[in-house]
């Protein structure tokens, strides 16, 4: 069968996979009440015009997401803008502290107030988050969530720059707080859910609606939500490490079962697109150049044994590369052990077992263009019993034996027959019949 495939098809499969990577997060929007409000009469809908933005930063700080903020900060309109919050949870980041400093300047220097929500349960802001968090005024926490652990810092040490302006030995540097102790320190305030937070901004206005039991308070202030588009969202998750290390191993093992299969290259098609998308998380990432040639080199030894139709030295050579490979790919953001397990043992049995026998599969039926190896002689290379390799006319061969005896290394097989990619062969001394004069009789 020719193999043929169009290039708007090829466009239409990378589409394909773009809608199945880049599905947008959606934000969760609870809702609160807050018996200190100011009490404003229900049906008194006189509130200001201004808006609060919400904006959803989720994950590694990449150059998408310090793109989007820094955006935000610029373009911030006063008169149509009451303040912006971000709501955070992030452990991370992958741009330079020269990026991350003109973010701090950009939220110091907003002509509006800047507030930081941790949450919902189970959020994280650490690192250069925990930094840029506590340079505002005001930070909520939600339960379940923690911030600190700042690490290094972003400023130079001639900054005035001081994460809630706590001294340069504080215990956050390496410490987080959760919810009831950084309320305790002063350090932020309870805001179990991103209402109550959004209430406890100044000039954010509510209304108690008495009619209801028990009342409830309404928002008179509108509230705006921006997060990334589909696009911008689709390269964030790409530079993550875990789908940034999972598109790479998927990307060479299509590329490896396309090299070997006689199909339309579809699986090529997918497989470069995958190792493509794989190498923006990898540019993106502190990526070690020796764990992606560590990488390279296991399915490299892989398609050598898949070659010789037999997993021996190559497949241990690929195995302990593909290990050593995804351990130590990224610099200071190790893969978490579930991500290490499903791109470890996918791969290995993919390369070392699954292909073999697809290749095995593929090839079985036809013997067309072999007949002539039928009767010819070659030298066992390891003991057969009853599987082993033969050597034939110089070319190395999967064969088994059609007899009980076991044949050694050295001693010298007659081919009997053809199995797909086996030969079927026998000892050249006790057989029972000359299978080329078989053949010549025929």
């Known amino acids: 069968m020719s193999r043929r495939f169009t290039f708007p098809s090829a466009l239409l499969l990378i589409a394909i996979g773009l809608s199945i990577f880049a599905v947008p997060a959606f934000a969760d929007h609870g809702e609160g009440n807050k018996d200190d409000q100011e009490q404003i009469p229900f049906n008194d809908l006189s509130g200001p015009s201004r808006a609060v933005e919400v904006v959803e930063i989720s994950g590694l700080l990449d150059p998408v997401l310090t793109d989007m903020m820094i955006d935000t900060l610029s373009n911030i309109d006063p008169t149509e803008t009451l303040a912006i919050v971000f709501q955070v949870n992030s452990t991370g980041a992958v741009v330079s502290n020269e990026v991350l400093v003109d973010l701090a300047d950009h939220i110091l220097d907003a002509p509006v107030p800047i507030s930081f929500w941790v949450g919902p349960s189970g959020s994280r802001a650490t690192g250069p988050m925990a930094q840029l968090v506590g340079l505002s005024d005001d930070v909520g926490i939600s339960p379940g969530a923690r911030f600190g652990a700042m690490g290094e810092s972003i400023f130079s040490e001639n900054s005035n720059y001081q994460p809630f302006n706590l001294p340069i030995d504080t215990d956050l540097i390496s410490e987080t707080v959760g919810f009831n102790e950084a309320f305790e320190r002063e350090l932020a305030r309870q805001s179990p859910v991103l209402p109550d937070h959004l209430f406890g901004i100044e000039g954010f206005e509510v209304v108690i609606d008495e009619t209801a039991?028990?009342?409830?308070?309404?928002?008179?202030?509108?509230?705006?939500?921006?997060?990334?588009?589909?696009?911008?969202q689709f390269f964030h998750t790409v530079a993550s490490p875990a789908v940034a290390y999972l598109l790479l191993i998927v990307g060479l093992g299509l590329l490896v079962f396309e090299f070997f299969t006689a199909g339309v290259g579809i699986a090529g098609v997918l497989?470069?697109?995958?190792?493509?998308?794989?190498?923006?998380?990898?540019?993106?990432l502190p990526t070690r150049w020796?764990?992606?040639?560590?990488l390279?080199?296991?399915?490299?030894?892989?398609?050598?044994?898949?070659?010789?139709?037999?997993?021996r030295t190559w497949t241990a050579i690929g195995t302990i590369s593909l290990i050593f490979g995804s351990l130590f790919l990224f610099d200071g953001t190790p893969l978490s052990w579930i991500t290490l397990v499903v791109g470890i043992v996918g791969a290995f049995a993919g390369m070392a077992a699954g292909m073999p026998a697809m290749v095995r599969t593929r090839?079985?039926?036809?013997?067309?263009?072999?007949?002539?190896?039928?009767?010819e002689t070659g030298e066992a290379i390891e003991p057969l019993s009853p599987n082993g390799l033969v050597k034939v006319?110089?070319?190395v061969w999967r064969a088994t034996t059609n007899r009980a005896t076991p044949i050694e290394v050295g001693e010298t097989i007659r081919v009997a027959g053809i199995d797909g990619l086996w030969l079927e062969v026998e000892p050249e001394e006790g057989a029972a019949k000359d299978y080329r004069d078989r053949s010549k009789n025929k």
Not at 273 to 282: E, I, K, P, R
Not at 290 to 294: K, T
Not at 366 to 374: H, L, S, Y
């Open 213 to 232: 039991d028990p009342p409830t308070v309404e928002p008179i202030t509108q509230t705006r939500f921006k997060k990334l588009d589909v696009v911008k």
């Open 271 to 284: 497989g470069a697109g995958c190792f493509l998308f794989s190498t923006y998380g990898l540019y993106v």
């Open 290 to 294: 020796w764990g992606i040639f560590l």
């Open 296 to 311: 390279v080199l296991a399915f490299f030894a892989y398609s050598i044994d898949i070659q010789a139709g037999v997993p």
């Open 363 to 375: 090839f079985s039926s036809p013997t067309i263009g072999r007949e002539w190896m039928i009767g």
């Open 393 to 395: 006319r110089e070319s």
